[in-house]
């Protein structure tokens, strides 16, 4: 004698569990991922730290160590920089402490991996990251955060710049005008935009 299984029961048991997947954190941070941000210059100077900025640089320090080296420049520094709108943070560490190194590279392995769909550099885009440079080398978004080397535009050669400019004591994020608000999808229910 077979045991008796009533059919509708599996369909019925079904839309609770569909519902509670729609539901849940994963689907709800599945807001349209953001293009490859461009460049967008320093324009004017409001150095006052913006929201997201100061959102992502305390959590890059309490997620992966380092330190909370600065946002705002005054607007009597030199040249132009993202730090004198409040989009640019300085992550404090030392390109010469194998540590540190290790942060750095856990941080940029999370912002540039792929999502479960194939799409690059997920985090770092949901971020509204524009371009991060570390330890002589710049990841811009423009080229698909493809690692190029870098020289600041203040020094002649590497062996002339200080490590200060070849950010060998920080890296340097600088965000997109709207990230720095919080307004990317990364920071939706984390920034109160302003």
Known sequence: ???????????????????????????????????????????????????????????LVQHFGGGFGGISRPCSSGGTSEHKEGRAFDWTLDASSKADRKKAKAFLDW??????????????????????????????????FEREAYLSSSCKSRKKCSKVLRHRTHLHVSLTRKAAKGGTSWYAGKVDQD
């Open 1 to 59: 004698m077979r045991p008796f299984v009533p059919r509708l029961l599996a369909p019925v048991l079904l839309v609770p569990v569909v519902v509670l997947a729609l539901l849940s954190p994963s689907a709800a941070s599945a807001a349209p991922l953001e293009d490859y941000a461009g460049y967008q210059p320093q324009t004017h100077c409001h150095p006052k730290a913006k929201p997201g900025t100061t959102y992502l640089g305390h959590w």
């Open 111 to 144: 912002a540039f991996a792929d999502d479960e769909a194939g799409n690059h550099d997920v985090k770092a885009r949901r971020m509204g990251i524009m371009y991060v440079i570390w330890n002589d080398h710049m990841y811009p978004a423009w080229h698909e």
